[in-house]
């Protein structure tokens, strides 16, 4: 008796349920090994915006959401195109429009018709930094920069949400963008959100993945933007059902494409495992990626993204730090922080050559609990005292290696 009982409950099964398939683990990470090897080869030569790379990615990503049935919501099909003027003056800012001239880049977009009020907009940036240049922490000759954590990772993460999504979220929309020209200055993103191809009024949230392929043995995520909305803290608890540790921040602003839907009033959040010392340089390559790790934080965001899909659209609050007074600097320690560290003052994740730091005798792991007169608690604090200073100034840093509190002079 049980066989045919059994076999009556598989049949069932299939009917009801054969219209949402289960998309495994393991069927996640063989998509996002196949995009992220695409997405990081030379043949791409790093993506960088108007080049054929970066159109070659372009028609790679418009490929895979053809293929999971989006609907084209760009300007040209798949593809939202822009330009932008470059001034020569570097205290000019670039213009990013519509014109013939300059750069011309190129968004993707797909979108997933729920026919439902509001939209939840997940996006990901996918140009590099090409040959390297301005933007490049690598010293030597020019070389193919693959990016595959900044940002193939957050690319293929997003091919797979979509996967996702087109299944299971049916109480909303979901506009699925691919930006260019984030690795110059937010391009493809601050485009969009003044020239949106779905009323931004209607934009739910906004979900940015930006180098998330690098998950630690602590299994550390940090997720930034959680004061643009009251809703995110206790959501974000509640979907931590995979003992993720999570290092938050409050900020809708940050160096990543959240900020220009933010910045239009957006709750936003962004997705980050942590700098290492392949950021911006030519070794960030395909067979360094956490898979494993870059699935945890897919199925982490697809917990967060359902929780929400049948509740009413969530409020919006502006953070502390979004009224024009950011600390601004002219000089550098020359040092990248540890973004994933929460314990106090800001701990070092790399030091550059022939840096002030380096100059001073300062290594990755040293942590920065004084600069000049200002103790440094967090990386606000460290960014504060650091936007005291300018170029030739001296200041005693104090900072701690292993139990031991060093002092040492700085000059900028």
């Not at 070659?56 to 822009?82: D, H, M, R, S, V």
């Not at 949230?205 to 643009?228: P, S």
Request: charged share 25%; glycine share 10%; with cysteine.
């Amino acid at each position: 008796m049980r066989k045919p009982t059994n076999f009556i409950l598989i049949i069932f099964s299939i009917l009801i349920f054969g219209c949402t398939p289960f998309v495994t683990d393991k069927e996640i990470k063989t998509g996002l090994e196949k995009d992220i090897a695409y997405l990081a080869d030379d043949k791409l030569e790093g993506r960088a915006i108007g080049t054929e790379g970066e159109t070659l990615a372009a028609e790679y990503i418009a490929q895979g959401f053809k293929k999971l049935g989006l609907t084209p919501k760009g300007n040209e099909g798949y593809f939202q195109i822009f330009n932008v003027n470059k001034p020569t003056n570097p205290h000019e800012q670039a213009v990013i429009g519509d014109g013939e001239n300059g750069i011309s880049g190129k968004n993707v977009v797909g979108f997933i018709d729920n026919k439902a009020e509001s939209t939840v907009i997940i996006g990901a940036h996918f140009d590099h930094l090409g040959y390297g240049a301005e933007g490049s922490l690598y010293r030597g000759e020019a070389a193919i920069h693959n990016g595959a954590d900044d940002n193939a990772s957050g690319t293929a993460a997003i091919l797979q949400l979509a996967r996702i999504m087109k299944n299971k979220g049916k109480d909303k929309n979901y506009l699925i963008i691919a930006f260019s020209g984030e690795e110059n200055g937010l391009w493809g993103s601050n485009y969009f959100s003044k020239n949106a191809t779905v009323s931004l009024d209607s934009v739910d949230f906004m979900i940015n993945l930006d180098m998330v392929g690098r998950l630690n043995d602590e299994k550390t995520l940090a997720i930034n933007g959680v004061g643009t909305s009251p809703v995110w803290k206790e959501k974000l608890e509640a979907a931590n059902t995979d003992t993720l540790k999570l290092v938050t921040s409050e900020s809708g602003v940050g160096p990543s494409d959240h900020t220009s839907f933010y910045l239009q009033d957006v709750p936003v959040l962004h997705f980050f495992t942590g700098q290492h010392e392949d950021y911006h340089r030519p070794t960030d390559d395909a067979d360094k990626i956490n898979y494993e790790g870059l699935v945890k934080v897919i199925r982490y965001i697809e917990r967060l993204v359902l929780s929400l899909d049948k509740e009413e659209k969530i409020a919006f609050t502006k953070t502390q730090d979004s009224n024009g007074d950011n600390p601004r600097f002219t000089v550098s320690l020359g040092v990248v922080p540890d973004y994933l560290f929460d314990g106090e003052g800001m701990r070092i994740d790399g030091v550059s050559e022939n840096k002030p730091a380096q100059k001073a005798g300062m290594q990755k792991g040293d942590i920065v609990l004084k600069l000049g007169d200002s103790t440094i608690v967090d990386m606000m604090g460290y960014m504060r005292a650091l936007s005291i200073f300018k170029t030739g100034d001296t200041t005693q840093l104090q900072y701690k290696r292993g139990e031991e509190v060093i002092s040492v002079e700085v000059i900028f």
